[in-house]
């Protein structure tokens, strides 16, 4: 095979030089073999995908709790102390039994939990930090060693202040585009608890960016899966800044009677029928500016290293270009970033100053009272070695962000996800965005796992 491959190229050497300069053939080189070490990266990536799609499968552990009530931290009041005590001894001899029956025990590394609160029965239910902290209280020494355990919490809540029942006149019909509609049992409250180690959790949510075009399509999600339009969907969508820009100028002419349209010989100064008309856009120019600028703070979306652990890697080694995220990463509005809390100031202390700094921060837009289910995607950025609890910073933030954002509506963020990131500068990083696109993570997620077990390990050419 040698001896023919330089025959070959004797003869084209030949034919080559027996042309005229100007009418001589240009031929390629002879491609290069494949770097080995490249092709095995790639094998051992796809290997690794599947094996942890698998041990995703058979580590994950889901538990049901059925109650008449939420189960909550309970205040100064006696008989609600008895009470949740007595809910808490029961629910405790459940996860007993579904562990026994699941053939599980304790997980001894880190995990992720998943929480759905769905307590649409309920005509007052607990909000979702106090009822997230006292089933992860619950869990501890059943399924996991301690609250430190858990470097991730994603929890929803299905309940009837949920912004979409707000509005009884509304005829709901089911699209992937609009907000989710709780349910839940019709008597009593259901939670669905799902734990996951985190290296799990980060290989799966890695995945999901790595075959988004395989799994999902390119570019037009909703003809493959509905979970990957609401989650990837809007990519292509971008915000018109100029024309906020141009409104915001009106807005300050308007307001100083200056400018061609509104100073003292503008267009809508010269008759009654001209004020008439100025009063008209008026209306119209607010109803822009507010739209845009909630679009603006919605527009946030999830990246590829938002999650636990530190910055995904490339196969081949050293750093993805997903490690520089955060120099990249488009500054909207909806991207707000916090302090560390201190661990020894009380938590109130700390809400305090929370809620003073998304105070300055949502003074520069107009007032703003969202009437769609939000969903906030909160960061804990290297955070300290005594680091306090995730679910006690997430009851620091919630309250104040709904008194800031949403009118003190309570119910408006109907879900959240914080965890520990191991990059960046230490800080507490917040993205708001709809409850939509959150809510369709993990659905996501699953539509991956099940594309790389049909699939199974194969070598590429």
């Known amino acids: 095979m040698v001896r023919l491959t330089r025959v070959c190229e004797r003869s084209l050497g030949r034919l080559r030089d027996s042309q005229p300069h100007t009418q001589r053939v240009r031929y390629a080189p002879w491609p290069e073999a494949p770097d080995p070490t490249w092709m095995d990266s790639l094998r051992h990536r796809d290997r690794r995908e599947y094996l942890d799609a698998v041990d995703a499968g058979r580590r994950g552990l889901q538990l049901r709790l059925a109650s008449p009530v939420l189960l909550r931290k309970p205040d100064k009041n006696r008989t609600q102390v008895k009470r949740m005590r007595q809910l808490a001894v029961g629910l405790a001899n459940e996860v007993r039994a579904q562990m026994r029956c699941q053939g599980r025990r304790r997980f001894r590394s880190p995990v992720a939990v998943q929480i759905d609160l769905h307590a649409v029965a309920l005509e007052q239910p607990a909000g979702t930090p106090p009822s997230v902290k006292a089933y992860l209280d619950l869990l501890q020494g059943l399924v996991y060693d301690n609250d430190r355990s858990v470097h991730l919490v994603h929890a929803s809540r299905h309940a009837a202040d949920n912004p979409v029942l707000r509005d009884e006149n509304r005829g709901w019909i089911w699209d ?20 996951l180690p985190v290296r799990l959790y980060a290989a799966a949510y890695d995945a999901l960016w790595h075959r988004r075009d395989d799994v999902f399509g390119g570019g037009t ?84 290293g938002d999650r636990p652990g530190p910055p995904p890697l490339s196969p081949w080694g050293g750093s993805d270009p997903y490690a520089r995220m955060e120099e990249r990463r488009l500054r ?16 109130s202390k700390y809400a305090e100053s929370v809620e003073r700094l998304l105070g300055e921060h949502a003074e520069r837009f107009a007032p703003i009272a969202f009437e769609t289910p939000l969903a906030l995607d909160v960061a804990v950025c290297q955070p300290p070695p005594g680091r306090k609890d995730l679910d006690n910073l997430a009851h620091a933030l919630m309250a104040p962000y709904e008194r800031v954002f949403c009118s003190g509506a309570r119910g408006t963020i109907a879900s959240y996800r914080v965890y520990v990131l191991d990059a960046g500068p230490p800080r507490v990083r917040v993205s708001v965005m709809p409850d939509v696109r959150l809510d369709a993570l993990p659905r996501a997620v699953e539509s991956t796992r099940r594309w790389l077990l049909h699939k199974r390990p194969h070598l590429r050419d």
Do not use: C, K
């Open 332 to 347: 909207l509005p909806g991207l707000i970033e916090l302090p560390l809390p201190s661990q020894t100031s009380h938590p």
């Open 176 to 195: 992937a585009d609009l907000p989710r509609f709780p349910i839940g049992p019709d008597q009593g409250v259901e939670v669905v608890i799902e734990v």
């Open 221 to 304: 999600y909703a003809d493959h899966d509905t979970d990957g339009a609401s989650f990837f969907g809007g990519d292509d969508d971008p915000l018109d800044f100029d024309t906020l820009d141009d409104l915001r100028r009106e807005q300050r002419e308007d307001l100083a009677g200056s400018g061609p349209l509104y100073g003292p010989n503008g267009l809508y100064e010269q008759d009654e029928r001209g004020r008439s008309l100025r009063q008209q856009m008026r209306v119209i120019r607010e109803q822009q500016i507010r739209s845009l600028e909630n679009r603006a703070l919605l527009a946030q979306r999830l990246w590829p």
